[in-house]
């Protein structure tokens, strides 16, 4: 008992002889450090370029990634943030550039600026490369676009939409260089596909929007589908058959008068629909010779009729001298 405690108490006192000798390595480390950010150096830095004040009506392209390459002479604490922050510079483009024809031109001559207002009294600057500077620009141009619904939607047998489905936004804005806005005309939707419908339709879906276009904006990401679904059943009405451009002087006789017309609709419409709603109507400009039948088609139809069909493909005639 008597040696295990003695054992103890010899271990506890080099435990903390060791942990005293990390200690003052520890802050020997820390000095050797703050010397040695203390000091001044001289590197070469790769700064990004942050556009600022770009006039509205123009957008920078993005083979416009301009960097500049700049000496500085600082001391360590300040290389500290450059290592772990990526340094950018701010060039603004109404004091700092010159506009070229197509292109904004930022000199070398503009760099005494950047010591004064962005790098402090502390940083001395040495050097700036490249001289110049080249941004391309296009002018930009609003644009109205329609949304294009891309979807396979199916419904329970006897359920269908009364009224066309309905997007929110229809059409959206693009905003871009005059070049690559030009050549959109139409953004669809994302492929999405529902199956055995029965209630009403409520959906949030993503637009497509072109892909590595950094240099487009546009006014909506998504839209919102909305449609009213309802029970539909079938109707099948006789509907009269009339004749259009029958030459003068000559009668036609013709059979069936009347041919059945069957459609789809909401119960809602069904009692308020009527063979007045539709006409059934044959061209006789369009016979060729020795047709001895006249094509029936249907030229009138109410808006809240689906999947209309005339049950009868042919009208025979004979001319009546």
Request: glycine fraction near 2%.
């Amino acid at each position: 008992m008597i040696k295990k405690l003695k054992s103890d108490i010899i271990t506890s006192i080099k435990n903390k002889k060791i942990n005293v000798f990390f200690l003052f390595l520890l802050f020997a480390f820390i000095i050797l450090i703050f010397t040695k950010l203390s000091k001044e150096y001289t590197n070469t830095v790769t700064f990004n370029i942050n556009k600022i004040n770009v006039p509205q009506e123009n957008i920078i392209l993005n083979d416009s990634n301009a960097i500049l390459n700049i000496t500085l002479k600082t001391h360590g604490f300040k290389w500290l943030t450059y290592y772990f922050n990526k340094p950018k510079i701010a060039i603004d483009f109404v004091k700092d550039v010159n506009k070229i024809d197509s292109t904004f031109v930022w000199s070398k001559s503009k760099a005494y600026l950047l010591a004064s207002t962005q790098f402090g009294k502390q940083v001395e600057l040495l050097n700036i490369s490249p001289d110049t500077l080249v941004f391309r620009f296009d002018v930009n141009l609003v644009k109205k676009v329609p949304v294009i619904l891309n979807a396979d939607i199916k419904y329970t047998q006897g359920f269908d939409i009364a009224e066309p489905y309905d997007i929110t936004p229809d059409s959206i804005e693009v905003i871009g260089p005059n070049v690559l806005v030009s050549q959109i005309n139409r953004i669809e939707t994302e492929f999405i596909e529902i199956t055995d419908v029965k209630s009403d339709i409520k959906k949030v879906i993503q637009l497509n929007l072109p892909k590595n276009s950094k240099d487009l904006k546009f006014s909506n990401k998504t839209v919102n589908l909305t449609a009213t679904v309802e029970k539909f059943t079938e109707g099948k009405l006789k509907v009269p058959v009339s004749i259009k451009n029958i030459p003068n002087n000559t009668t036609l006789k013709y059979f069936p008068k009347f041919v059945n017309v069957t459609y789809y609709t909401s119960l809602n419409n069904f009692k308020t629909i009527g063979a007045k709603d539709f006409k059934v109507e044959c061209d006789f400009s369009k016979i060729t010779s020795n047709q001895s039948f006249l094509l029936p088609e249907l030229v009138k139809f109410p808006a809240t009729v689906k999947h209309v069909k005339i049950n009868q493909q042919h009208i025979e005639f004979i001319i009546v001298e």
